[in-house]
């Protein structure tokens, strides 16, 4: 059973920083590329950030472009989103997603399998 658990959402002040993390489970986590969206009240869900399994191809939505850093650790299954300099337009909860692929895709319909999701709040 597919299982994608996001955690390291949290109130932080504007300019802060966090660190979400999405464990995989249920698949071969190698294999599959895995990406970050947000979705804030009243907005569609919004592309983040995406990897592929071997980490060699990498995209980020506009937003994110030279705040956030995608990463992951294949032997931990484990992909992790770095964000800095956040701004209360970051605000919104925060989806990883998986699919199988050696490609990557910025588009919410690609993907198979989606966490929960986490909160971020930015708010002095």
């Known amino acids: 059973q597919v299982q994608l658990v996001e955690s390291g959402g949290g109130l932080v002040q504007p300019g802060g920083s966090l660190r979400l993390s999405c464990a995989a489970s249920?698949?071969?986590?190698?294999?599959?590329?895995m990406g970050w969206f947000r979705q804030a009240p009243g907005k569609e869900r919004e592309f983040v950030a995406v990897?592929?399994?071997?980490?060699?191809?990498?995209r980020y939505g506009g937003s994110a472009k030279g705040r956030f850093t995608i990463s992951r650790d294949n032997a931990e299954n484990t992909v992790y989103l770095q964000m800095i300099s956040l701004k209360p337009e970051d605000t919104a909860v925060y989806y990883c997603?998986?699919?199988?692929?050696?490609?990557?895709?910025?588009?919410?319909?690609?993907?198979?399998?989606w966490g929960q999701g986490t909160q971020v709040t930015v708010s002095s």
């Open positions: 249920g698949f071969t986590f190698s294999h599959y590329a």
């Open positions: 990897i592929s399994g071997s980490g060699g191809n990498i």
């Open positions: 997603a998986a699919k199988r692929s050696w490609v990557v895709s910025t588009t919410t319909g690609w993907y198979d399998y």
